[in-house]
């Protein structure tokens, strides 16, 4: 009786031990390279725009300081 206690408490502890693991899952450390990608796409984008639309922006915002200051 003694020894089917000990095997039962010794099956329990593993299977509690890898439920407990399954339930966790892997451990996640962040989604580096996904955020490394996101960032190099969105300075691409923004250095893409100011090449084609620089000119109009600077137009744009001194449109906009003028009409703020007035004539």
Partial sequence: M??????QTRARAALTSAMARRIAGPRDRGDVPGWVLITIM??????????????????????????????
């Fill in 2 to 7: 003694n020894r089917f206690i000990t095997r």
């Fill in 42 to 71: 969105t300075a691409g984008l923004v250095t893409a725009l100011w090449a084609i639309a620089g000119p109009q922006f600077g137009q744009l915002f001194s449109d906009a300081i003028s009409d703020v200051k007035g004539p």
